[in-house]
């Protein structure tokens, strides 16, 4: 009876432990399911006005995890082009390519002037120099997040700078720089130069659908696991019930 009692107490241990994980897992999801629809309808809405603000709130601390259209003058200066690896534009692998750019106030900032393909010897494609003379125009937005890359920076034959993550304070260093600001411009797809482009918010990442999905998921295992827990309780103490009353009337 006591060892019956022992086995079941550590089965519902170990069914409450998994519950707990994919409740927790499907919460996660949930949120960002929310998180990333906010940043699409914060893009939306600055992209629906376009009113050109000036590039000098890239710097902005307070406008960092936020959306701009941004227009103004400046130059590009004399810095490589950083080359941001592991980026999908429709299925195919390739880079991202950035360039130093010099407001005529304000810090620094990055210009994500288009996507590169790489082909499958990864051989890196060749950096053509910097679009047309400014004013410059486009959308301020954050940085692709890095995750979990490393901000290692590898030189290139040309100069570039090939990177797996685009960490501020690792490129400012790279390029020669204090500081550069903490939002990138990327550049209007209808501006002169530059590369493949468009104003996609999350191009490499998951969208809002997909998280609420995962989130179904999660929540459908750790159901799964509850009733499947009570299901085999049920069975357990019926068998011992029965057990219980032959050995009373054999």
């Not at 390519?97 to 810090?107: D, H, I, M, N």
């Not at 490129?171 to 996609?200: K, M, N, S, T």
Request: charged share 20%.
């Amino acid at each position: 009876m006591l060892r019956r009692g022992a086995t079941l107490a550590i089965g519902w241990a170990l069914a409450v432990m998994a519950i707990t994980l994919f409740a927790w897992l499907g919460t996660w999801q949930y949120g960002r399911q929310h998180e990333k629809q906010a940043m699409l309808d914060a893009a939306a809405q600055v992209l629906a006005q376009r009113d050109a603000r000036p590039l000098a709130l890239a710097a902005d601390p307070d406008a960092a995890d936020g959306y701009t259209w941004a227009a103004g003058d400046g130059q590009w200066a004399d810095a490589p082009a950083v080359l941001l690896d592991n980026q999908q534009r429709n299925g195919r692998p390739g880079v991202r390519v950035y360039r130093l750019f010099e407001p005529a106030a304000g810090e620094p900032l990055l210009v994500e002037l288009g996507w590169l393909p790489v082909p499958a010897d990864r051989s890196i494609p060749a950096i053509t120099d910097p679009p047309p003379a400014p004013p410059l125009e486009g959308l301020l937005l954050p940085p692709p997040s890095a995750g979990l890359a490393a901000a290692a920076i590898q030189p290139q034959a040309d100069g570039s700078l090939l990177l797996m993550a685009l960490d501020r304070q690792a490129v400012a260093a790279a390029l020669g720089r204090e500081a550069i600001a903490p939002r990138v411009l990327r550049l209007d797809p209808d501006a002169a130069g530059g590369y493949a482009r468009d104003l996609e918010i999350l191009p490499n990442t998951l969208p809002p659908e997909k998280h609420l999905g995962y989130a179904v998921q999660w929540f459908g295992l750790a159901l799964t696991v509850l009733v499947t827990a009570l299901i085999l309780t049920f069975r357990r103490r019926r068998a011992h019930s029965g057990n219980h009353r032959h050995s009373r009337h054999p």
